[in-house]
């Protein structure tokens, strides 16, 4: 069976600074994972995926995460936080060889203070 | 452009009644999804579909059934609603491959009292 785990319900940073929003998986096999962001009253938005190759994943809104798979991490990171990137972010993941269905974290609320 | 939309956007209703959630989807995508978002729980699966005439249940699927007669469309229908199916409902598609990302559509916001 497939999982996610976002451990923490919300992140607060100051505008400027760096971000980073936890997210664990567990898999049978290998991992597709992705993030996705969430802003109020809108559907999920694509912002990443990882599914072979180079650890360090770029993606949409200078948004990266980086696989460990040591580790069974998928961290989403940015150097500079922006006030906008405000907004609810999940972490996702498909077993290769799974069903096509993705399981979702729990979700976690970024707050980028100005 | 192709986009995934939901209909209606807000919905209340009463316990007890049938609904219906619409989903469309103008990606020509074979796969589609309908997930429930409820606070601290993130999306949960209800029901997919790989393709024409193919369904499948999700972790969540008691109360709700769907159908798939074409591409475009999966519907998803609540039997006989309950208060506990209270939720935000997003439908997403994707393209067939395991590694492709969903694209979701705006939500229906459904109460039922």
């Known amino acids: 069976a497939q999982s996610v785990a976002q451990p923490e319900d919300q992140v607060n940073v100051a505008e400027g600074n760096p971000l980073t929003v936890k997210c664990t998986y567990s898999?049978?096999?290998?991992?597709?994972l992705f993030w996705y962001v969430q802003y109020p009253n809108r559907g999920l938005q694509f912002l990443l995926k990882y599914i072979t190759g180079d650890n360090l994943v770029k993606g949409s809104y200078g948004f990266e995460a980086e696989f460990n798979k040591s580790q069974t991490s998928f961290h989403l990171k940015k150097p500079s936080a922006l006030v906008s990137d405000s907004a609810l972010y999940f972490c996702?993941?498909?077993?290769?060889?799974?069903?096509?269905?993705?399981?979702f974290g729990s979700g976690t609320r970024l707050q980028v203070q100005p | 452009d192709a986009e995934i939309t939901q209909s209606p956007r807000h919905k209340i209703t009463e316990t007890g009644r049938q609904v219906t959630l619409a989903c469309h989807q103008t990606w020509n995508h074979n796969n589609m999804f309908w997930y429930r978002q409820d606070l601290g729980h993130g999306l949960r699966l209800i029901h997919y579909?790989?393709?024409?005439?193919?369904?499948n249940k999700g972790e969540v699927s008691d109360g709700y059934s769907v159908s798939r007669s074409n591409t475009e469309d999966l519907p998803l229908t609540l039997e006989s609603a309950a208060s506990s199916q209270t939720s935000v409902y997003f439908c997403a598609s994707s393209e067939s491959g395991a590694y492709n990302e969903q694209f979701f559509g705006p939500g229906t916001r459904l109460t039922v009292l």
């Open positions: 898999v049978s096999g290998n991992p597709y």
């Open positions: 579909s790989y393709g024409v005439q193919d369904t």
């Open positions: 996702a993941v498909r077993e290769d060889g799974g069903r096509r269905a993705l399981t």
